[in-house]
């Protein structure tokens, strides 16, 4: 058993966090994440409307009674989404937690407070993070280079990251950004985060809601089989290396705009991947993490291994080189 302040503040069993993940963080993955004693976290915007995501919010409690939240990322937009809307369906619809991701979320944060919903905050930065300290968030979560979707623009990676973030936070803080097993988890624990975050792992399990030529694809893949687009526009972004995210590489160094790759990049094509397992019809994320995964498990058979595993590292391995 390994149980830290995360536990307690959030109310979960285990020290693991299922990340928000466009078009993956649906009933089916969230609620077999909290079954597992984990937190799970609905993806807002995967809902294309706020009624919607009311009606999976009631999916997934039909299929667990244990706590998961909903992640609502805030992303410019020449169309935003109605953030306030979705806001306003995860508090009036009791759900204890909240990840908020991309912007500062302090215009949402007094509906939330007010709601009783506790936020955990994604972001990629040390400076960002004491930020969202100072604004009142309850948690932070502290996302290193080697994460899939957007690490932000400083390329500073976990090993380095979590512990400068530790030093600054005193709101528990989850690692996220490689970590798909024990050793994950235990390396991070000794950074000074609380527990982890973990997106591509929960990909690769029975309950995630894709295709499974995606799922074997982050079997086979290694560590090197991704690629960072949209570098040149400030805007960085690490997604599974195919035929489409070379093609977008390769436009944008050679000086093009976004416009150029626009079609390319389009969400609904990389929603397709994900549906069909035609693996190069779009852009799809993917970490690093990828190069440590060797099979698909069940989510319960992957936190209770990582949760095991970890256990034992630190009263054997860990403890005899102490000793």
């Known amino acids: 058993m390994v149980r830290t302040r995360f536990c307690e503040v959030f109310g979960v069993e285990h020290p693991i966090v299922q990340g928000g993940m466009q078009w993956v963080g649906r009933a089916e993955l969230t609620a077999a994440v909290a079954n597992a004693g984990g937190l799970g ?3 807002a915007l995967t809902q294309p409307t706020p009624a919607d995501l009311a009606k999976e919010i009631a999916r997934c409690r039909d299929l667990t009674d244990k706590p ?8 410019p937009s020449i169309t935003p989404p109605p953030y306030a809307q979705y806001r306003d369906v995860i508090v009036e619809s009791g759900v204890p937690v909240v990840e908020t991701a991309g912007f500062n979320p302090a215009e949402h944060l007094p509906a939330f407070r007010a709601g009783g919903v506790k ?29 899939a979707g957007h690490p932000g623009e400083d390329d500073v990676p976990g090993l380095v990251l979590i512990p400068a973030a530790a030093g600054r ?9 490689g970590f798909g097993d024990a050793r994950g988890l235990v390396a991070a624990l000794a950074l000074g985060a609380d527990g982890i975050n973990m997106g591509t792992r929960f990909v690769a399990t029975v309950e995630a809601p894709v295709h499974d030529n995606v799922k074997q694809q982050l079997v086979a893949a290694g560590e090197r089989d991704t690629e960072l687009i949209f570098r040149t526009l400030g805007n960085t972004a690490r997604v599974a290396r195919n035929a489409v995210s070379t093609e977008v590489v390769s436009i944008l160094g050679g000086g093009g705009r976004f416009e150029d790759v626009r079609e390319l990049v389009a969400g609904t094509r990389g929603r397709k991947v994900l549906e069909t397992g035609d693996l190069d019809l779009g852009i ?6 990828q190069g440590l995964i060797e099979d ?8 209770d291994r990582i949760v095991t595993g970890a256990g034992q590292l630190i009263r054997g391995r860990l403890t005899s080189v102490a000793g």
């Open 41 to 43: 976290f609905l993806t």
């Open 68 to 75: 998961f939240g909903v992640n609502l990322t805030i992303l």
């Open 119 to 147: 936020v955990l905050h994604k972001c990629t930065s040390v400076r960002h993070a004491v930020k969202a300290q100072a604004l009142g968030v309850d948690g932070i979560s502290i996302d290193g280079f080697e994460c």
């Open 169 to 177: 936070i005193t709101v528990p803080m989850v690692a996220s950004g």
């Open 284 to 289: 799809w994320t993917a970490g690093l993490v």
């Open 296 to 303: 698909v498990p069940t989510v319960a058979e992957l936190i």
